[in-house]
Structure formats: structure tokens, C-alpha cells
């Protein structure tokens, strides 16, 4: 292995690991250009290093609560329905997407 492809490598595990494992200051997720600015690298370096290890940081896959200020109070209310209807009670669910 020479010298070159070392650093190679390290620049390439120090991209995946800053993507798994840290966030931009101020935002929720990497994008290709904050993490070619933050690792010094094109983005087009950086979008090859996302592609060939499957990295997609804008997907989320973990649980967000939502930031409604009445949130805990809407969560009583549906609970409250489920939990003790009212007779002859009618409980519709309407899934809010905003990101749609």
C-alpha cells in the first residue's frame, strides 16, 4: 500500500465517520456540499464516498416529536377518544405529512 492510498483511506473513513456520527452546526443533517467544505474534499469526492458505502444522511430513519406547542394536549384528546368514547363515537385518522 503507498502513502498516497493511505491518506486516501483515512480521508474516506474520516467521511464516513463525520457522517454517521456528527451533525453541521444549525442543521439536522449532511449535505454533499457541508461535508465536502468540512472535509476539505469535492463534492463530487464526497457524493462517490456516499455512493459506494450506501450513505444517505437527508433519510431519516429515527422517531421525531413533533415541535407543535399543543402537541401534549392533542395526544390527551386522541387518547382520551380511544380510551373512553363517547356512545355511537365515530373516530377518523387523518396522517399529516408536511414534508409533502
Given amino acids: ?7 486516501h483511506g483515512q480521508q474516506v473513513a474520516q467521511v464516513i ?3 454517521l456520527n456528527t ?9 454533499i456540499r457541508s461535508m465536502a467544505a468540512e472535509a476539505a474534499l469535492s463534492h463530487t469526492t464526497i ?4 455512493g459506494a458505502f450506501g450513505l444517505q444522511p437527508h433519510r431519516s ?3 421525531k ?14 387518547v382520551g377518544l380511544y380510551l373512553s368514547p363517547p356512545n355511537r363515537a365515530v373516530v377518523l385518522c387523518v396522517d399529516e405529512k408536511s414534508q409533502i
Fill in 65 to 78: 416529536l413533533s415541535s407543535d406547542p399543543l402537541f401534549v394536549d392533542k395526544v390527551q384528546d386522541i
Fill in 23 to 31: 451533525t453541521p452546526k444549525n442543521t439536522t443533517h449532511w449535505s
Fill in 61 to 63: 430513519e429515527t422517531f
Fill in 1 to 7: 500500500m503507498t502513502r498516497g492510498s493511505r491518506t
Fill in 17 to 19: 465517520e463525520r457522517t
Fill in 47 to 50: 457524493r462517490r464516498i456516499w
